[in-house]
């Protein structure tokens, strides 16, 4: 089960005031907006809910619009038939809540073999960072982690860190954590950071960001090196980068690009999710 799915996660959403209602074993998320009338996201669902159960719901919370974020391992064909049964009653949305396609590295293996498995420019920085003073520790304070998330996505960074102030308490200390960068040259400054979600044996690069003088010192690198040690100590088995720019969809997330490449230099496997028939 991805964390999507979990009661923490519906307690999540229905601290963002979504309702939760369950159809055929599968938590779909509720809520009314103006104008654009009622919407529903079903994320990552281990099957897809019943079309004669799902429906009735739908109606009857006037939904005019569905968000489908099937997981990875649903059936492409199975997928297209349901999708187009309940387009039949709603509308399927043609944006994406959720990534498409991610990175994810093999954390059965030793810390060794996994840093040999980054590229020589991503474990030369991992060198770097440390030589240049960056260090990195566990903290619980999620308002250092926003505003450092702030700064690093410009103007309307704020935007990023919607709710997380919320998440934070629902799944720490046991399904989450956060690692902060600091450069000693620079006073201690708070130059980078990273949340991190841990579920069913996966650890989720849930939440990331860096300042210009933290990128200048190699610190997002050394935050990733530090995470898959610490998602290792915490017993999962594998480490999901969340998402990446997704080739099957060339005019979407563009901005992705840049951040994709970052990752790329991990080593990871690709992971593609099914796109609904609407694509």
Known sequence: MEPQQSSLYSKYMLSLKWEVVQV???NIFLRKFPILGGIVKIHRPIHLPGVKQLIPIL???KIKTLVIEPVAAQNQNKLTKWCRAVSKHVRISTTSYLPTKTFRIDLTRSEEEIFKSFSE?????VRRAIKLGISVRQSDNIDDLIRIKNKSAGPFGFITTTGIRKFWPIFSPKHAAILLAHSATRNNELVGGVLLL?????A???IAGAVKKGKKLFAPTLLVWEALKLAKQQGCKI???VGVWDERLPKENREWLGFTKFKEGFGGTTLYYPLATRR
């Open 24 to 26: 055929d074993g599968i």
């Open 59 to 61: 109606q009857s919370k």
């Open 121 to 125: 420019a991503k474990r030369r920085a």
């Open 198 to 202: 841990f579920w069913d044996g996966i």
């Open 204 to 206: 989720y690069y849930w």
């Open 239 to 241: 480490f999901d980068f």
